[in-house]
């Protein structure tokens, strides 16, 4: 079974503030992937990487920036958060010529 | 583009009774087809996948029959447990998608005992 943590798993912060969100992946996948989940939009896609330094636009990228430092590890980055940005985020990875993606727990933040 | 549609939630259903979600997609390519599951407090997981057109999945009681014909991959279960209540998301997959996953909008379903 593929294992995708995710850290913190709660975060408050206050408009303007500055964010990371952090996610590994211990399965060797190519793909890994940022979603946010918000009643009523389910699953959208944020961004997502194919590879250490590499990084592809998803569906709802503003103001979001992401950086994939290692074939494990896939960051999102809110620099100046606004309470638009209250969600639920989930991070995924796949693996290269497979179609099935592994989901972390999710990271609930608040931007009061 | 390609894109997903199912059936909207909140659906509320007594345990025992049978369901189904709808789930019809749009594409000009040849997709996979996929139902995750995300339980309370978890991430969405995969339920099943079909990856040809008249061919079924299946997995816990649940099933789904892609139909090329009237793009369609209707989730169902005969008797529904407390233990299915979470959110059924239907996805495909295509080449037109660049093989990632586009995602219908997810279905609540809530199992009263």
């Known amino acids: 079974e593929a294992a995708v943590t995710q850290s913190p798993r709660n975060k408050v912060t206050v408009t303007g503030g500055n964010v990371t969100l952090s996610c590994r992946q211990t399965?060797?996948?190519?793909?890994m992937y940022w979603y946010r989940q918000d009643t009523g939009h389910g699953l959208r896609l944020i961004h997502y990487?194919?590879?250490?330094?590499?990084?592809q636009i998803g569906d709802v990228p503003d103001g979001y920036k992401a950086t994939r430092t290692t074939q494990e590890d896939f960051f999102l980055l809110l620099e100046l958060a606004s309470p638009s940005q209250t969600s639920l985020y989930f991070c995924?990875?796949?693996?290269?010529?497979?179609?099935?993606?592994?989901f972390g727990p999710g990271t609930r933040l608040l931007v009061l | 583009g390609d894109s997903v549609t199912q059936t909207e939630g909140p659906v509320t259903l007594s345990e025992g009774t049978s369901l189904t979600v709808n789930c019809s997609y749009e594409?000009?390519?040849?997709?996979?087809l996929f139902w995750y599951v995300q339980y309370p407090g978890e991430g969405p997981q995969l339920l099943f996948k079909?990856?040809?057109a008249n061919e079924k999945g299946s997995n816990r009681g649940f099933e789904a029959t892609y139909n090329k014909e009237a793009t369609s991959f209707h989730l169902q279960k005969a008797s529904v447990q407390e233990s299915d209540s979470a959110v059924y998301y239907c996805?495909?997959?295509?080449?037109?998608?660049?093989?990632?996953?586009?995602w219908g909008s997810g279905t609540k379903l809530i199992i009263k005992p």
């Open positions: 995924a990875s796949k693996g290269h010529n497979q179609d099935t993606q592994y």
């Open positions: 399965n060797s996948h190519n793909y």
């Open positions: 990487s194919y590879g250490a330094g590499n990084l």
């Open positions: 594409t000009k390519q040849y997709p996979t």
């Open positions: 079909v990856p040809k």
């Open positions: 996805a495909l997959s295509d080449m037109d998608s660049n093989y990632q996953l586009i």
